[in-house]
């Protein structure tokens, strides 16, 4: 068992702590702290267990389970807040991470590669294909707040209707990015499809080998509904705790949800870059922010359908301009294939000075 295992299995604890605190009615800050601290072990198994269970179905049907999953801590978290009415707090981490993905996680993975590798290099073609997709969707995250502040006296159903729409366009655009991503594996299927007798049967060999489906469902299962159970305890205290902090729930859902939802995948980018694996965590740190923003978010709009208060692609203004800046520097950064420390320095920087200014913003 690696070290990053252990310490997951020995924050599993932390989930009958966030239980036991909410029973008790203990302090909401503590029960705040373990509750999100119990999201952290059970986010990473639901992760690896959706990485098992798409090796052995393929990648078809993997690309769609992972799409679904891949996300699944935010999406749990945001329906549960949504069920409360907490809908600027969905929105905020919504953008938050976003955020957190492309300055804190890729730049803490091109900080620490880049100190040990000096110039890491990765796939120029992916990179600027991400960073159409992502420009496309900052656009139609942008188009509610053009439309209200061109429009005086436009009242709340056109930009629903548009959110739902536009929310049925992003699952499509989404779709198709995965058909396409899937691409090469076929090739790569026909390529071996041509190959001598013996390497087929090698590759059969390999199939068999395959683990069963059995423990790695089990394991989503459970950690979803214990995921649920938990993520119910950490939204009931949230109120409680922004009260007594002093926090807004813009900062709160921008910088410090996000900071517990996510860590497994900056823990991810920054183990692949200190291998010099710069692809992977790319990878990882764009293609979640487009689950966010092309799958996570529409799907959230299109819930709360169902719910009391409903989500709108309008977001704060602010947010959306710090989105806006995260995105316009990813790119700069990795259009050339290219990244090192101070690039990666530059993303934490611009980080940290968001994260300031979303504290002081009222």
Known sequence: MSTKDKILFGMLIFVPIAIVSEWLKLSPILVFVFSALG?????????????EIAEVIGATLGG???????????????????????????????????IANLLLGLGL?????????????????VA?????????????????????????GLPLLPIQEFSYVASILLLICYG?????????????????????????????HAEEKKSPLGKPIIILLVCTLALVVVSEILVGSLEETVKVLGLTELFTGIILLPLFGGVVEYLTCVSAARKNQMDLSVAVAIGSTLQVVLFVTPVLILVSLFFPSTLTLEFNVFGIFSVVAAILITNSISSDGQSNWLEGAFLLILYAILGVAFYLHP
């Open 176 to 204: 198709l990015s995965i058909i396409y991503s899937l691409k090469p594996s076929q090739d790569v299927k026909k390529i071996k499809e041509i190959e001598p007798e013996n390497h087929q049967e090698g590759s059969d």
């Open 39 to 51: 999201i952290v072990p059970l986010a990473a198994f639901i992760a690896e267990a959706t990485e």
């Open 64 to 98: 769609l389970l992972n799409a679904t999953f891949g996300n699944l801590t935010e999406m749990v978290v945001s329906i549960v807040a949504l069920r409360a009415g907490l809908v600027e707090v969905v929105q905020a981490s919504i953008l938050g991470a976003i």
């Open 109 to 125: 993975a091109m900080v620490l590669g880049g100190l040990r590798f000096g110039t890491q290099n990765f796939e120029p073609e």
């Open 128 to 152: 600027r294909l991400n960073g159409s997709s992502l420009l496309l969707a900052i656009l139609v995250m942008l188009t509610p707040s053009a439309i209200h502040y061109t429009s005086v």
